[in-house]
């Protein structure tokens, strides 16, 4: 094997200004913490089994789920190193209920799943980190509703993915990058820059289990999935990890489609709109894909509350237009219905 010439994290942010939005300073100090903060993760993920790091916590998080070990040790591996910036202000975490404040005087926000598919983690899967960053709008003590934006606010958004290998992938709207965590040199070095997605895919990821309530739209798709072609060969393929940093970051790369969307378990979606569903809509559409909850934009919602759940619908465009033209036809169907009744 080769070896190819190594762009660190830090120097790719400090040098290409140009894709680092307003105040590239900043950015490289919130993406020096993040890089900081996932390492620690990494190295204690990769312990998982030799140290007692596993399971529950023994509590609930304001979502009601068992809180991990490991979740309490990554949200706070990010909100120590974040604190250390001086550059944000407050956190909202889903281990946290309320925001947490860093430092008053900091003009950033910083919303955060440090652990997402925490459950995998016992079973040695995949596991990753994502997070989202907006600036202040006013200065002082920070407010809870001051996370209360438009995802199109965000200026950074990103993932760390603790796979196979632990890469860090983050856009500041000028395309998206990625960078793979080198065990010999405890770094991130630059492994694609400007990832684009493809634009047709055959990946489709969803949790079937929740078919039978799924609405008839999501349903139709997903049969339309599964049809064969004139040969009788498959059409697609199907992959669900339950991580959903896992899930996107395979279809960012091979072109698929990844939904979650409303269940009878989760009326309003499963997925949290500030810290997991933003920031990988940001970076799908940075990569040319399509994010949307069903109806519009995913980046077009403004948030409402920290911990808002939504229904997420994201991958490559032809997938997205083909998903979105039966959610359509179901809408029409519920309007005549609607129209019927009345
Ligand atoms: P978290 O571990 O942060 O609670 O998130 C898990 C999420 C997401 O990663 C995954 O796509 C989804 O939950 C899986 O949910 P189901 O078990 O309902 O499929
Ligand atoms: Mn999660
Ligand atoms: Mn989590």
């Not at 590239?24 to 140290?51: F, W």
Request: net charge negative; proline share 2%.
């Amino acid at each position: 094997m080769s070896n190819k010439e190594i762009v660190l994290l830090n120097q790719f942010v400090g040098e290409k200004t140009e894709l680092h939005g307003d105040d590239p300073k900043a950015m490289l100090k919130i993406l020096t913490a993040v890089e900081k903060a996932s390492t620690n993760v990494h190295r204690t993920i990769n312990k998982a089994g030799l140290e007692d790091i596993l399971g529950a916590a023994g509590s609930e998080n304001v979502q009601g789920e068992q809180v991990q070990k490991l979740d309490l040790f990554a949200n706070e591996q990010f909100i120590e190193n974040l604190k250390g910036t001086g550059y944000i202000a407050a956190i909202a975490s889903e281990e946290n209920e309320e925001i947490i404040t860093l430092n008053e005087t900091g003009e950033y926000l910083f919303a955060t799943d440090p652990l997402d598919g925490s459950s995998n983690i016992d079973v040695n899967i995949s596991v990753g980190t994502i997070f989202s960053v907006f600036k202040r709008t006013r200065k002082g003590t920070p407010k809870k509703e001051e996370f209360n934006r438009y995802g199109h606010e965000q200026i950074l958004a990103g993932y760390v993915l603790y796979g196979t290998s632990t890469v860090l992938v983050y856009t500041c709207g000028h395309g998206v990058h990625s960078f793979t965590f080198d065990t010999k040199t405890n770094t991130f070095a630059l492994t694609n820059a400007s990832i684009k997605t493809p634009e047709k895919g055959n990946i489709f990821s969803i949790n079937e289990g929740n078919y039978n309530t799924l609405e008839k739209g999501v349903q139709d798709y997903i049969s339309y999935c599964k049809e064969l072609n004139e040969k009788g060969k498959r059409t697609h393929t199907a992959r669900f990890m339950g991580s959903l940093v896992a899930d996107f970051h395979r279809n960012m790369l091979k072109g698929g489609i990844f939904i979650y969307p409303a269940t009878a378990d989760a009326p309003k979606g499963r997925l949290r709109l500030l810290y997991e569903c933003n920031p990988i809509a940001m970076i799908a559409e940075q990569a040319g894909g399509i994010a949307t909850w069903g109806a519009e934009r995913l980046l077009a919602i403004k948030a409402e509350e920290i911990h808002q759940r939504t229904p997420f619908f994201t991958g490559s465009k032809e997938m997205m237009e083909k998903a979105l033209s039966f959610l359509t036809k179901e809408s029409e169907y519920r309007i005549q219905e609607s129209e019927k009744i009345s």
